[in-house]
């Protein structure tokens, strides 16, 4: 093992679902964290995380997310209505003679907290969700998942990535998609590592994730999974944005069968491991110039 | 009028391709792209566009560096990290806020409290929805901006144009293709909705994500039924989907094998029955029939 100083932040993200994301958060950090120290595996897909079911990591701390909603004391109020004009998400009312509200649509920003003349309205915290942290072998993992029925993950992505901040070297596995949660799951990272396979659902998804990778101006690479897959749509693609194609895994059933047994596809076929620690050698060169 | 949802939990195990051949099974259906973070249904349906409109995706905050005093109000209210002090020097002070447009979750708390009108509070554009005709009826779909909020919102727009068309058009069925997960936009795309099919393949995140869409459908009591793509992969956990189905009282559709004419059909810009008859087509086709079955007898 080397000691390993560096603190570095890899997201694994796609816009299209399905494309191997985990495959390849999971295999990478797998493969680091026999070579390095502190490497962490981070589950910023809160909606669905499913690194655990690869990495079968053995828990050792758990915590609760909660979120701050008003709760109002009628009793208090004088009903000057700030509350609810200074809400924005139409989650707090004021209907002249009681104030109501509507927890679903609350974002927890505080505002009619700070607003209220009278400090009629204190906060309540409710739990939307789970942290755990733990490892398997070498590998620190933790883990956020989202409670079913709440609409917003942001809050518990915050969460994972203040739970595993430090040195080492991290790996976001991202959600899907191009919306807010992904956002949050990138911003601030090294490098993005978008995983796509060459179809043309793949080719538009990833067309919208270098868009929105670009306003937020971060370095990012491409990763094909299921190569002989589709057609060249993806390569032609990254040709012309110039963005590099720093790792290729063929489309073979025997790595999807792998899989569906819920085995590391770097432990089920040793030899792939070269392959994640060249792809982690061509991501620390990019982030080095 | 009926709508029925598709979704997954986890994501590219096939939604899109069902909800493209359930479209041209479908007698007279109204089709709706409720995955707007990754819309590929236009991919294969080919849609003409007759109607264009933005979607206005909630409000953003900006700092007018000309007015900033660097009081610090903003960053002590905002809840989102989204206020940063490494602006531009504007002549009063040496350095004024900012505000990260990827962190802002346009909640105007620091456009309220500013002393100095120091922060304008826009509208962002979050994209645009379409209405457009397809071979196979009507479609409404939408392009988000890339990191637009407010998918959710958008969702609901979508479903609510998509029941005026289908009134308007005497269309009976309404077919969603919904986004992977269990957040905003998936609950924006089932409440309320009819029945809500849960496609999923045998992979323990397959399993594990079918256990939270189902969980996700019976919260909003929403009658579900499940199919699993690539079926063949692992016999045990399709038998163990079936299972556990069976056990939630969840309708057991039917099973599709793994077939690599899926992404033959993509390539060519067909739906899977209309690219082939026989294989996985066929498997398709006794879904669907099977689908409209359950339906009809859980008709109220």
């Not at chain 1, 690194?51 to 828990?59: A, S």
């Not at chain 2, 602006?87 to 500013?114: K, L, Q, Y």
């Not at chain 2, 692992?234 to 038998?239: A, G, K, S």
Request: glycine content about 10%.
């Amino acid at each position: 093992m080397t000691q390993n100083q560096e603190n570095l932040l890899i997201a694994v993200a796609s816009g299209k679902g399905g494309t191997g994301k985990t495959t390849f958060a999971t295999n990478l950090a797998w493969t680091l964290s026999g070579d390095s120290d502190r490497v962490i595996y981070m589950d910023c897909d809160v909606e669905e995380p499913n690194g655990h079911l690869f990495l079968n990591p053995e828990w050792s701390a758990a915590r609760e997310v909660k979120v701050g909603i008003p709760i109002v004391d009628q009793d208090r109020c004088i009903h000057c209505g700030k509350c609810g004009r200074i809400c924005r998400f139409n989650a707090i009312a004021d209907l002249g003679t009681r104030v109501m509200t509507f927890h679903d649509l609350c974002h927890s920003c505080g505002g009619c907290m700070l607003v209220c003349p009278v400090q009629a309205i204190t906060e309540q915290w409710n739990p939307i969700g789970m942290i755990r942290r733990g490892h398997s072998g070498a590998l620190s993992v933790i883990q956020g998942e989202l409670n079913i029925g709440h609409p917003t993950s942001p809050p518990v992505i915050r969460e994972v990535k203040a739970e595993a901040s430090g040195t080492g070297i991290r790996i976001i596995d991202c959600p899907p998609g191009t919306s807010c949660p992904v956002m949050e799951s990138v911003k601030g990272s090294d490098f993005v590592l978008l995983v796509t396979e060459s179809t043309p659902f793949g080719l538009f998804d990833l067309r919208m994730m270098v868009e929105m990778l670009g306003l937020l101006k971060l370095k990012l690479g491409v990763a094909i999974n299921r190569k002989g897959l589709g057609d060249r749509s993806v390569y032609q693609f990254c040709e012309q944005r110039q963005i590099p194609v720093l790792m290729e895994l063929e489309d073979d059933r025997k790595i999807a069968e792998a899989y569906s047994r819920g085995e590391l596809a770097v432990v089920s076929f040793p030899h792939l491991k070269e392959r994640f620690r060249k792809l982690m050698q061509a991501v620390l060169k990019r982030i080095r110039t | 009028m009926k709508e029925i949802v598709i979704i997954s939990g986890k994501g590219g195990t096939g939604k899109t391709s069902l909800v493209a051949s359930f479209a041209a099974l479908a007698e007279a259906p109204v089709i709706v792209d409720c995955d707007v973070d990754a819309s590929d249904l236009h991919l294969i349906m080919d849609p003409v566009t007759l109607k264009s409109e933005e979607f206005k995706g909630g409000k953003l905050a900006r700092v007018r560096t000309g007015h900033c005093t660097a009081c610090g109000k903003c960053e002590e209210v905002c809840r989102y990290d989204a206020v940063f002090f490494d602006g531009p020097g504007n002549g009063r002070v040496s350095r004024t806020f900012r505000i990260d447009p990827a962190a802002c979750e346009g909640c105007g708390v620091c456009h309220w409290f500013c002393d100095y009108q120091a922060i304008a509070f826009e509208e962002r554009i979050g994209g645009r929805w379409f209405i457009s005709d397809t071979r196979h009826g009507p479609m409404l779909h939408a392009l988000m901006s890339p990191g637009a909020e407010n998918s959710g919102k958008l969702v609901s727009l979508l479903r609510m144009k998509a029941k005026e068309l289908a009134k308007a058009k005497n269309r009976e069925v309404i077919l969603i293709d919904g986004s992977p997960g269990i957040g905003c936009p998936v609950i924006a795309s089932i409440t309320g909705a009819d029945h809500v099919v849960i496609v999923t393949e045998p992979t323990p995140s397959g399993v594990h994500d079918f256990r939270r869409a189902a969980d996700l459908a019976a919260f909003f009591h929403i009658t579900a039924c499940t199919v699993v793509n690539k079926w063949d992969l692992n016999r045990e956990l399709t038998e163990l989907i079936k299972e556990e189905a069976d056990h939630r009282g969840i309708v057991f559709a039917g099973t599709i094998a793994y077939d690599n004419i899926v992404t033959e059909a993509q390539l060519s810009k067909k739906s899977i029955v209309e690219y082939t008859q026989g294989g996985i087509a066929r498997q398709v086709r006794d879904i669907w029939t099977r689908l409209g079955q359950t339906m009809t007898r859980n008709q109220p």
